[in-house]
């Protein structure tokens, strides 16, 4: 399986890169104690966060939402998916338990205030392509609607687009039945390869810990 990353986003995010890591030989299900433990934490000093700080006051955010006006996007419109998760926090809201490949994404996700995807590998068909959606692209979201992908940054197949850094789709949910999983990570474009690196490693490193099986991984720019 080959990521490539599109020239035109190159083009018009000279720093744009990607985290890759791709599982194998893994087991998905409930979340164990220790990821409940932690992110029910981490949850808690956000909610302490928000009686001082603002939406905007996250470095993640500021820095998305710049990204996105560069691809011509409205982060007003459509919000990068490690916003919409610190708005349901800062608004009282309770960030649901999926299961433990899911609740790993939006921990670190919260945690660095970059959007991360993760897919089922199994049902992926050939190389992938991060671009911009063209005119056909479309999918059925994880929030059950219809969405059309034309002029948003998105990740697709050789069967069309699975997932973007707004909403996923259903076609390449992960659940318990799930035994190879590609992971897409948003870096922030400001991160040096080396931070970026560093934050692939983590995400891996739990992953594995929870999941078991073996990973491989790549910094894609």
Do not use: C
Not at 7 to 19: A, C, M, Q, T
Request: glycine content about 8%; aromatic content about 8%; cysteine-free.
């Amino acid at each position: 399986m080959m990521i490539k990353l599109a020239e035109d986003i190159k083009k018009l995010v000279p720093s744009f890169k990607l985290g890759t890591i791709l599982y194998h030989d893994i087991v998905i299900g409930e979340s164990p104690q220790m990821l409940k433990g932690r992110f029910q934490l981490f949850l808690e000093s956000l909610k302490l966060d928000a009686e001082q700080l603002s939406i905007a006051d996250h470095t993640g955010v500021q820095e998305w939402r710049t990204t996105f006006k560069a691809l011509s996007m409205d982060p007003s419109r459509y919000r990068p998916s490690a916003e919409a998760l610190l708005r349901r926090v800062y608004g009282g809201k309770d960030i649901g338990l999926v299961n433990s490949a899911v609740d790993v994404n939006n921990f670190f996700s919260l945690q660095y205030g970059v959007p991360i995807g993760i897919y089922n590998a199994g049902v992926l068909a050939g190389d992938i392509e991060v671009r911009m959606g063209k005119s056909e692209d479309q999918y059925e979201g994880l929030n059950g609607r219809l969405m059309n992908m034309e002029g948003k940054l998105l990740s697709s197949d050789e069967a069309g687009p699975f997932g973007s850094p707004i909403v996923d789709s259903k076609r390449t949910m992960t659940n318990d039945k799930v035994t190879s999983a590609l992971q897409i990570v948003y870096l922030r474009p400001s991160m040096s390869t080396e931070e970026s690196a560093k934050l692939v490693a983590a995400i891996e490193k739990m992953f594995i810990q929870i999941h078991g099986g073996s990973a491989e991984s790549a910094i894609i720019q």
